[in-house]
């Protein structure tokens, strides 16, 4: 079972920065591909971000350009740079790791709350 813990939420205005961290529990996090999602009160979660194992990256349309995910495996982290933040991404951010395709496996970690406002 992998543990995922989200870190670096918080209150910020509008056209800030944050950086939030995902943290992983065992080595074996870099065979997984991560995302990060966000979820905004009465909307389901959507996908932001993703990275595999080798590092490609691929955004949501709404975050490109602004968000930059990465990966540093020495450390077991994922994080998400997040620049020129505005209301709309208002949410509760979750970490995602998944593997495989005939024996498929998936985790999340609690989520972390970012708030955009002035």
């Known amino acids: 079972q992998l543990q995922l813990v989200e870190s670096g939420g918080g209150l910020v205005q509008p056209g800030g920065s944050l950086r939030l961290s995902c943290a992983a529990s065992e080595s074996s996090f870099a065979r997984y591909t991560m995302g990060w999602y966000r979820q905004a009160p009465g909307k389901s979660r959507e996908l932001v971000a993703t990275i595999t194992s080798g590092g490609t990256t691929d955004y949501a349309d709404s975050v490109k350009g602004r968000f930059t995910i990465s990966r540093e495996n020495a450390v077991n982290t994922v994080y998400l740079q997040m620049n020129s933040l505005n209301f709309e991404d208002t949410a509760v951010y979750y970490c995602?790791?998944?593997?495989?395709?005939?024996?498929?496996?998936?985790?999340w970690g609690q989520g972390t709350q970012v708030t955009v406002s002035s």
């Open positions: 995602n790791a998944r593997r495989g395709t005939t024996y498929y496996v998936e985790f």
